[in-house]
C-alpha cells in the first residue's frame, strides 16, 4: 500500500477509530474521565489565582481582597490537583441534598397521586446521590461512552460505506 493511500485511509476513518476509542475509555474506565476534569479545573483555578494575585500586585495601593482571592484560587487549585476526584464527590453529594429537600418539599405539598410519585422518586434520587455519588458519577460516564461507542460505530459504518463508494441514495437527477 502506498504512502498516499495510506494518509488518505487514516483521514477517512481516523475520527470514527477515535471515537470509538474514546467511547470505549468512558465506557471502561469512567473515573479517568472524572479525574481529568478535576485536574483541568485544578490548573484553571491555579492559573486564575496567579494571574489575579499578578494583577492585583501591579495596581499600587494595595488590593487586599483581590490578593486574598487570588490565594484562595491557588488554594483550591493546588486542592483539586492533589484531590481531583474530589469534586465529582461534594457535588454529586451537594446536588444530591439539593435534590432531596426539593423531592420532599414537592412531597409535602403535592396533593396529586402523580405528583406524590413523581416527588418520590425525586426524593429517592437525591438520596442515592448523597448515598452514592461516586457510583453515579461512573454510571452516567459509562453511559456517556456507550453513547460514544455507537455514534463511533455508525460512522465507521457510513464512512466504510462512502469509501466502497455504495453511496446507496443515487443521484435524483439520474432517476428521472
Known amino acids: 500500500m502506498n504512502k498516499q493511500r495510506m494518509i488518505a485511509l487514516v483521514r477517512h476513518f481516523g475520527p470514527s477509530v477515535l471515537l470509538c ?3 470505549l475509555l468512558l465506557a471502561l474506565n469512567p473515573d479517568s474521565a472524572s479525574g481529568f476534569i478535576g485536574t483541568v479545573l485544578g490548573w484553571c483555578l ?10 492585583a500586585l501591579g495596581v499600587p495601593g494595595g488590593q487586599v481582597g483581590k490578593i486574598l482571592a487570588g490565594l484562595v484560587c491557588v488554594a483550591a487549585g493546588v486542592w483539586m490537583l492533589r484531590n481531583p476526584l474530589a469534586l465529582v464527590r ?4 451537594f446536588v444530591g441534598i439539593l435534590l432531596t429537600i426539593r423531592g420532599v418539599q414537592e412531597l409535602l405539598a403535592s396533593r396529586t397521586g402523580g405528583g406524590k410519585g413523581l416527588s418520590a422518586a425525586l426524593t ?35 464512512r466504510l460505506k462512502q469509501w466502497r463508494g455504495d453511496s446507496g441514495d443515487g443521484n435524483i437527477i439520474d432517476a428521472l
Open 21 to 23: 476509542l474514546l467511547g
Open 46 to 55: 491555579t492559573a486564575a489565582g496567579i494571574v489575579v494575585i499578578l494583577s
Open 90 to 93: 461534594s457535588l454529586g453529594r
Open 124 to 158: 429517592v434520587v437525591g438520596l442515592v446521590l448523597v448515598l452514592l455519588p461516586m457510583t453515579t458519577s461512573r454510571l452516567v460516564f459509562s453511559l456517556c461512552g456507550l453513547v460514544v461507542l455507537a455514534m463511533g460505530i455508525v460512522s465507521f459504518a457510513e
